[in-house]
Protein backbone atom coordinates (compact mmCIF):
# COMPACT_ATOMS: atom_id res chain seq x y z
CA UNK A 1 0.00 0.00 0.00
CA UNK A 2 1.03 3.37 -0.92
CA UNK A 3 2.48 6.00 1.98
CA UNK A 4 -0.20 8.14 0.47
CA UNK A 5 -3.25 6.45 0.71
CA UNK A 6 -5.04 8.43 3.20
CA UNK A 7 -4.52 11.35 0.81
CA UNK A 8 -5.35 9.04 -2.22
CA UNK A 9 -8.67 7.61 -0.57
CA UNK A 10 -10.09 11.40 0.56
CA UNK A 11 -9.61 12.24 -3.10
CA UNK A 12 -11.80 9.32 -4.63
CA UNK A 13 -14.11 9.47 -2.54
CA UNK A 14 -14.19 13.46 -2.97
CA UNK A 15 -14.08 12.58 -6.50
CA UNK A 16 -16.66 9.32 -6.54
CA UNK A 17 -19.68 12.45 -6.62
CA UNK A 18 -20.63 13.82 -9.92
CA UNK A 19 -21.55 17.00 -8.74
CA UNK A 20 -17.60 17.03 -7.09
CA UNK A 21 -16.42 15.88 -10.41
CA UNK A 22 -18.49 18.71 -12.47
CA UNK A 23 -17.38 21.27 -10.01
CA UNK A 24 -13.61 19.98 -10.28
CA UNK A 25 -14.17 20.08 -14.19
CA UNK A 26 -15.74 24.22 -13.77
CA UNK A 27 -12.65 24.90 -11.65
CA UNK A 28 -10.14 23.29 -13.99
CA UNK A 29 -10.88 26.20 -16.20
CA UNK A 30 -10.51 29.18 -13.61
CA UNK A 31 -11.40 30.15 -10.18
CA UNK A 32 -15.04 30.85 -9.43
CA UNK A 33 -17.34 32.43 -6.84
CA UNK A 34 -20.02 30.22 -5.13
CA UNK A 35 -23.12 31.17 -6.68
CA UNK A 36 -21.53 31.08 -10.46
CA UNK A 37 -20.82 27.08 -9.11
CA UNK A 38 -24.28 26.59 -8.21
CA UNK A 39 -25.89 27.87 -10.68
CA UNK A 40 -25.98 24.33 -13.34
CA UNK A 41 -26.80 22.79 -10.46
CA UNK A 42 -30.89 22.11 -9.40
CA UNK A 43 -30.00 21.89 -5.42
CA UNK A 44 -30.01 24.58 -2.36
CA UNK A 45 -27.00 26.47 -2.08
CA UNK A 46 -26.23 24.67 1.67
CA UNK A 47 -26.55 21.23 -0.49
CA UNK A 48 -23.30 22.90 -2.51
CA UNK A 49 -21.47 24.01 0.08
CA UNK A 50 -21.60 20.28 1.60
CA UNK A 51 -20.23 19.33 -1.78
CA UNK A 52 -17.57 22.08 -1.54
CA UNK A 53 -16.27 21.65 1.96
CA UNK A 54 -16.14 18.11 1.04
CA UNK A 55 -13.86 18.89 -1.74
CA UNK A 56 -11.99 21.24 0.55
CA UNK A 57 -11.16 19.18 2.85
CA UNK A 58 -9.88 16.16 0.56
CA UNK A 59 -7.92 18.62 -0.38
CA UNK A 60 -8.72 19.75 -3.90
CA UNK A 61 -9.91 23.10 -3.84
CA UNK A 62 -9.26 26.43 -1.55
CA UNK A 63 -11.50 28.95 -0.52
CA UNK A 64 -11.33 32.67 0.11
CA UNK A 65 -14.20 35.15 1.33
CA UNK A 66 -14.23 38.48 0.69
CA UNK A 67 -16.94 40.42 2.10
CA UNK A 68 -19.71 38.36 1.47
CA UNK A 69 -18.41 36.56 -1.63
CA UNK A 70 -16.38 33.15 -1.62
CA UNK A 71 -13.99 32.45 -4.52
CA UNK A 72 -13.50 28.69 -4.94
CA UNK A 73 -10.25 27.65 -6.59
CA UNK A 74 -8.83 24.52 -7.85
CA UNK A 75 -5.27 23.78 -5.28
CA UNK A 76 -1.90 23.24 -7.59
CA UNK A 77 -1.06 20.14 -7.79
CA UNK A 78 -3.91 18.65 -6.02
CA UNK A 79 -4.36 15.35 -8.59
CA UNK A 80 -1.31 14.51 -8.22
CA UNK A 81 -1.64 11.48 -5.81
CA UNK A 82 -4.73 10.68 -8.41
CA UNK A 83 -2.13 10.68 -11.21
CA UNK A 84 0.67 9.08 -9.36
CA UNK A 85 -1.62 6.05 -7.92
CA UNK A 86 -2.80 5.67 -11.40
CA UNK A 87 0.74 5.38 -13.09
CA UNK A 88 1.77 2.97 -10.54
CA UNK A 89 -1.68 0.77 -12.02
CA UNK A 90 0.09 0.77 -15.66
CA UNK A 91 1.48 -2.48 -16.83
CA UNK A 92 5.15 -3.03 -18.22
CA UNK A 93 3.60 -3.62 -21.63
CA UNK A 94 1.54 -0.10 -21.38
CA UNK A 95 5.32 1.46 -19.96
CA UNK A 96 7.13 -0.26 -22.94
CA UNK A 97 4.94 0.94 -25.31
CA UNK A 98 5.03 4.82 -23.93
CA UNK A 99 8.70 4.38 -24.05
CA UNK A 100 8.85 2.77 -27.84
CA UNK A 101 6.61 6.10 -28.93
CA UNK A 102 8.66 8.24 -27.02
CA UNK A 103 11.66 6.81 -28.96
CA UNK A 104 9.72 6.55 -32.40
CA UNK A 105 8.59 10.03 -32.15
CA UNK A 106 12.42 11.28 -31.95
CA UNK A 107 13.15 8.88 -34.85
CA UNK A 108 10.78 10.70 -36.70
CA UNK A 109 11.99 14.38 -35.98
CA UNK A 110 15.66 13.43 -36.40
CA UNK A 111 14.97 12.22 -39.62
CA UNK A 112 13.14 15.45 -40.65
Do not use: C
Amino acid sequence: MPKYHDELDAVLRALADPTRRAVVERLAKSPAVVSELAAPFSMALPSLMQHLRVLENAGLITSQKQGRVRTVSLRPGALDVLHLWLGEQRTPAERHADRLGIHLARTDRKET
